[in-house]
């Protein structure tokens, strides 16, 4: 099911989480040659991915939100 990006977060290990509208989170690595993401490194590629479509699987599971948003 996709859903759109709200914001981004770091977890515990230093890795950038998309926000996803339905409150579950995504990592979005950059680590080449196996995930190339350039956009996430800074905040202004992050902000640009704002409002994009992520394929959610936690809500094809069913799954319970990650976080709660405001």
Avoid: Y
């Amino acid at each position: 099911m996709n859903r759109k990006i709200t914001g981004f977060n770091l977890d515990e290990e230093n890795e950038w989480v998309a926000e996803l509208e339905c409150g579950h989170g995504q990592h979005m690595r950059h680590k080449p040659p196996f995930f190339n993401r350039p956009r996430i490194v800074d905040e202004e590629g992050r902000r640009s991915m704002l409002g994009e479509e992520l394929n959610c699987l936690k809500c094809d599971n069913g799954e319970p939100p990650d976080f709660v948003s405001d």
